[in-house]
């Protein structure tokens, strides 16, 4: 692929169903409305957030973040958080990370009775702590034994069990088309694949025929492509360009939540929708902060909210007085002081009708496989944020 693409002109036709998958689809026995999903992000996709983006709508199945298969089973306390849901939580995903095969069987058959309604496992994590003892990526490296494990899960539960990997380890060792069919092979309802090696880490561009190469080697289960879908456009050049039957998003939803409506509209119709404005945005800023707090409690809400409120400010416009108050965030009153404060602030940078004047608005994200070759741009790991913590090199 090369050329610089455009913003809201894509390579490829938009229009009703045409090359994009239907929008409902089929994993296993789980029919979903939608072709597009939440990728599951450790820290970020816990109940609020997954709340807040079906409300605005477009995805059916949510992930919720990686649980540890053996905590689970110890009924550890943050373990259950994790996997904390409820009625207008549906369909759930749970991905499950470890490498002891009856604790995964048996974490996948407590999922069930707990009514998820499917299981998805790590195979993507390059963290050091979770290869170590053989999960995340380490699942890549030995096609044989994961199969087995995979195969003993499938065989326990009736819901679904998916899958979720990089390209492979390293550019020397594409496992996944390998180990895509081999999973198919024991019952696996799906594959979701970050377009990526666990080298690579979140730099250089995603490889779309490295995901293509994972659709031509299963047989009939829908291959869902993953990495740097941050706009209707990536989407469509996604599924366009690999013949996925889906995509799955995760950093593109954190700073636009509306990223699937958008996007479902744009597929389905070939219609762009135009980013919500600021009021919605803060409408829906709001709605989160208030969920967190119904779920963890204000204290710990709070604490929660700081790290989530200055991802949707990254297209705020200038942000700078909302960011340095937002981040000490104590109590649920304080959030609408600061709001205050920062609507005043933010006026003099907007028009009459309260839209930012032209020079401060914001270009819309370019995915790094939607840019020229030799842009410095497509092999910068900022090119998408990657939160700072112990998973910023997921
Ligand atoms: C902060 C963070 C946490 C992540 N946590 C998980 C996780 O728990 N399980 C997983 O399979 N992938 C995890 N990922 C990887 C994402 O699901 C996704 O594959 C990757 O970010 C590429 O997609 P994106 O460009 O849409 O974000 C994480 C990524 C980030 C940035």
Same mark, same amino acid.
């Given at each position: 692929?090369?050329? =610089?693409?455009?913003?809201?002109?894509?390579?490829?036709?938009?229009?009703?169903?045409?090359?994009?998958?239907?929008?409902?689809?089929?994993?296993?026995?789980?029919?979903?409305?939608?072709?597009?999903?939440?990728?599951?992000?450790?820290?970020?996709?816990?109940?609020?957030?997954? #709340?807040?983006?079906?409300?605005?709508?477009?995805?059916?199945?949510?992930?919720?973040?990686?649980?540890? *298969?053996?905590?689970?089973?110890?009924?550890?306390?943050? *373990?259950?958080?994790?996997?904390?849901?409820?009625?207008? %939580?549906?369909?759930?995903?749970?991905?499950?990370?470890?490498?002891?095969?009856?604790?995964?069987?048996?974490?996948? /058959? @407590?999922?069930?009775?707990?009514?998820? /309604?499917?299981?998805?496992?790590?195979?993507?994590?390059?963290?050091?702590?979770?290869?170590?003892?053989? $999960?995340?990526?380490?699942?890549?490296?030995?096609?044989?034994?994961?199969?087995?494990?995979? $195969?003993?899960?499938?065989? *326990?539960?009736?819901?679904?069990?998916?899958?979720?990997?990089? #390209? $492979?380890?390293?550019?020397? =060792?594409?496992?996944?088309?390998?180990?895509?069919?081999?999973?198919?092979?024991?019952?696996?309802?799906?594959?979701?694949?970050?377009?990526?090696?666990?080298? /690579?880490?979140?730099? $250089?561009?995603?490889?779309? %025929?490295?995901?293509?190469? @994972?659709?031509?080697? @299963?047989?009939?289960?829908?291959?869902?492509? =993953?990495?740097?879908?941050?706009?209707?456009?990536?989407? /469509? *050049?996604?599924?366009?360009?690999?013949?996925?039957?889906?995509?799955?998003?995760?950093?593109?939803?954190?700073?636009?939540?509306?990223?699937?409506?958008?996007?479902?509209?744009?597929?389905?119709?070939?219609?762009?929708?135009?980013?919500?404005?600021?009021?919605?945005?803060?409408?829906?800023?709001?709605?989160?902060?208030?969920?967190?707090?119904?779920?963890?409690?204000?204290?710990?809400?709070?604490?929660?909210?700081?790290?989530?409120?200055?991802?949707?400010?990254?297209?705020?416009?200038?942000?700078?007085?909302?960011?340095?108050?937002?981040?000490?965030?104590?109590?649920?009153?304080?959030?609408?002081?600061?709001?205050?404060?920062?609507?005043?602030?933010?006026?003099?940078?907007? %028009?009459?009708?309260?839209? #930012?004047?032209?020079?401060?608005?914001?270009?819309?994200?370019?995915?790094?496989?939607?840019?020229?070759?030799?842009?410095?741009?497509?092999?910068?790991?900022?090119?998408?944020?990657?939160?700072?913590?112990? @998973?910023?090199?997921?």
């Amino acid at each position: 692929m090369g050329g =610089n693409r455009t913003p809201g002109k894509s390579a490829l036709p938009a229009g009703p169903f045409a090359r994009y998958g239907p929008r409902m689809i089929r994993f296993g026995s789980l029919e979903l409305k939608s072709n597009l999903f939440l990728s599951p992000l450790a820290g970020y996709t816990n109940l609020p957030f997954r #709340l807040v983006v079906r409300e605005i709508g477009g995805l059916d199945l949510c992930t919720t973040d990686l649980v540890n *298969a053996r905590s689970l089973l110890e009924r550890n306390p943050k *373990a259950l958080k994790l996997i904390e849901s409820n009625d207008r %939580d549906r369909p759930l995903a749970v991905q499950l990370f470890g490498s002891v095969p009856e604790e995964m069987r048996d974490a996948a /058959q @407590v999922l069930e009775a707990a009514c998820v /309604q499917s299981v998805d496992i790590n195979m993507g994590c390059p963290v050091r702590k979770v290869c170590r003892v053989g $999960g995340g990526s380490a699942m890549m490296t030995e096609l044989g034994r994961t199969q087995q494990l995979v $195969g003993m899960m499938v065989n *326990a539960v009736k819901i679904p069990v998916t899958a979720k990997m990089r #390209l $492979g380890w390293d550019d020397d =060792n594409l496992t996944a088309p390998d180990l895509a069919r081999a999973l198919e092979d024991v019952g696996v309802a799906a594959i979701f694949v970050h377009g990526r090696t666990r080298e /690579q880490g979140f730099t $250089g561009r995603v490889k779309l %025929d490295g995901i293509r190469r @994972v659709v031509a080697a @299963v047989r009939s289960i829908p291959v869902i492509g =993953n990495g740097d879908v941050t706009t209707p456009e990536a989407a /469509q *050049a996604m599924i366009g360009e690999t013949g996925c039957a889906g995509v799955s998003a995760g950093r593109g939803a954190f700073y636009d939540p509306w990223l699937f409506r958008r996007t479902r509209c744009f597929l389905d119709t070939g219609e762009l929708l135009p980013e919500p404005p600021f009021a919605e945005r803060i409408r829906i800023l709001r709605r989160h902060l208030d969920l967190m707090v119904e779920v963890f409690g204000e204290k710990f809400g709070c604490i929660q909210f700081r790290k989530v409120a200055p991802w949707y400010a990254k297209r705020f416009g200038p942000a700078s007085v909302f960011n340095k108050r937002i981040v000490r965030l104590e109590r649920r009153a304080e959030f609408e002081e600061i709001l205050a404060l920062y609507i005043q602030w933010r006026a003099p940078f907007c %028009d009459d009708a309260g839209a #930012l004047l032209p020079r401060y608005r914001l270009a819309p994200m370019i995915a790094s496989f939607l840019q020229a070759d030799d842009s410095p741009e497509s092999t910068r790991r900022e090119a998408i944020p990657v939160p700072r913590g112990p @998973v910023e090199v997921w």
